[in-house]
Structures are given as structure tokens and as C-alpha cells.
């Protein structure tokens, strides 16, 4: 990667016809869950446009020790970050919302809702979002999103606080979610 930081929306893979959807990772801080999903897409090499935020953010943090120790344990080397606000801007283009939990799904709902369509938990994608050669946004508006209630779609717990070992679990689940999820993006 270059000296971008990682919310840029950096390619992953060359542009099929000039353009590649755009897939965002949000979680409350986007200091450890979004960073990690986002880090493990592009590390996948899926051929989408990746950004992350958070709900409530402090801005242009890096990304704590632990988050990187965390990506470490699981083979991945977490390049430049820097903590990014969600904003009605940042929400635009995206074609699909990753959420962390059903708080930034909710989140989304009120304070966004035009992205409420576009919008579900990690742990509900990689169950739900089916693959095929349609384009991700008509994928994605199939599932009818807007309408499936955020608290049924699953958590990736918060390690925020914890230990080097609740950060290393959560790196886990957001890698196992993720191999569930990746190829279903493209």
C-alpha cells in the first residue's frame, strides 16, 4: 500500500469496467473491529473499494497495539491507519455497510437512513449475502435490509478494554466472518 492511509477507499484488486463497488466497515471507534474486517477484505484481494469508520469517533487516531498485535496473530500486517468519523459523505457511494453490531446498524438507521438498505451486521452478510455474477448493490437491495430487525443479525463483540486475548478473539471472528464473507463481495 502506499503512503494513503488505509480509510481511503484503496482499489484491492484492477477495475472491472472503470469501477468497483465500495464496501464500508463500521464499528464504534474504528480502532479495532472496522480495521480488522477492513484489513482482512483487502488482504483477500476481493475487487471492491474498501473504507472504514466509526460511530463515535476520536479523529486521525492510529490504530491501538492491540489491534495490530491482534491482525499479527492472524497473519496480516495492518498497514497506515488513521480513525475516521462516518459522515453522510462517507456513506454516498457505498454500495454495502458492514456493521459490527446491531448498535451501528441502528446507528445508521437514525442518522442515516437512506443508507438503511445498504446496510447489516458482519456476522448476517456472511450468512445472508448470496454470490453471483449480479452487480453487489442489486445483491445487497435483494436482502431487503431496511427491514430485517438489527438485534437478529449478530454481534462481533467489542474488545475494547479487554485483554491482548479479547482483542486476539476478536481478530478471529472478523477473520472467520470475513473467509465467509469475501467472496460473496465480489
Same mark, same amino acid.
Given at each position: 500500500?502506499?503512503?494513503?492511509?488505509?480509510?481511503?477507499?484503496?482499489?484491492?484488486?484492477?477495475?472491472?469496467?472503470?469501477?468497483?463497488?465500495?464496501?464500508?466497515?463500521?464499528?464504534?471507534?474504528?480502532?479495532?473491529?472496522?480495521?480488522?474486517?477492513?484489513?482482512?477484505?483487502?488482504?483477500?484481494?476481493?475487487?471492491?473499494?474498501?473504507?472504514?469508520?466509526?460511530?463515535?469517533?476520536?479523529?486521525?487516531?492510529?490504530?491501538?497495539?492491540?489491534?495490530?498485535?491482534?491482525?499479527?496473530?492472524?497473519?496480516?500486517?495492518?498497514?497506515?491507519?488513521?480513525?475516521?468519523?462516518?459522515?453522510?459523505?462517507?456513506? *454516498?457511494?457505498?454500495?454495502?455497510?458492514?456493521?459490527?453490531? /446491531? *448498535?451501528?446498524?441502528?446507528?445508521?438507521?437514525?442518522?442515516?437512513?437512506?443508507?438503511?438498505?445498504?446496510?447489516?451486521?458482519?456476522?448476517?452478510?456472511?450468512?445472508?449475502?448470496?454470490?453471483?455474477? *449480479?452487480?453487489?448493490? /442489486?445483491?445487497?437491495? /435483494?436482502?431487503?435490509?431496511?427491514?430485517?430487525?438489527?438485534?437478529?443479525?449478530?454481534?462481533?463483540?467489542?474488545?475494547?478494554?479487554?485483554?491482548?486475548?479479547?482483542?486476539? /478473539?476478536?481478530a478471529r471472528t472478523v477473520a472467520r466472518l470475513?473467509? *465467509?464473507?469475501?467472496?460473496?463481495?465480489?
Open positions: 500500500m502506499t503512503s494513503e492511509t488505509a480509510n481511503d477507499a484503496v482499489p484491492t484488486a484492477p477495475a472491472r469496467d472503470g469501477a468497483l463497488p465500495h464496501v464500508l466497515f463500521l464499528c464504534t471507534g474504528n480502532a479495532a473491529r472496522s480495521v480488522m474486517a477492513g484489513a482482512l477484505c483487502r488482504a483477500g484481494g476481493v475487487a471492491v473499494r474498501v473504507s472504514t469508520a466509526g460511530t463515535h469517533v476520536v479523529e486521525h487516531q492510529p490504530a491501538s497495539v492491540r489491534t495490530r498485535q491482534a491482525l499479527r496473530a492472524v497473519g496480516l500486517e495492518l498497514p497506515a491507519h488513521r480513525s475516521r468519523q462516518l459522515t453522510a459523505a462517507s456513506l *454516498e457511494d457505498a454500495d454495502l455497510v458492514v456493521a459490527m453490531a /446491531a *448498535e451501528h446498524v441502528h446507528y445508521v438507521r437514525r442518522r442515516h437512513p437512506a443508507a438503511a438498505p445498504r446496510t447489516a451486521t458482519l456476522a448476517y452478510l456472511a450468512a445472508t449475502l448470496r454470490p453471483g455474477a *449480479e452487480p453487489l448493490g /442489486a445483491r445487497v437491495a /435483494a436482502l431487503g435490509l431496511g427491514a430485517v430487525d438489527p438485534e437478529s443479525q449478530g454481534d462481533v463483540e467489542d474488545p475494547a478494554g479487554g485483554d491482548d486475548a479479547d482483542y486476539q /478473539a476478536c470475513m473467509a *465467509e464473507l469475501a467472496p460473496r463481495l465480489a
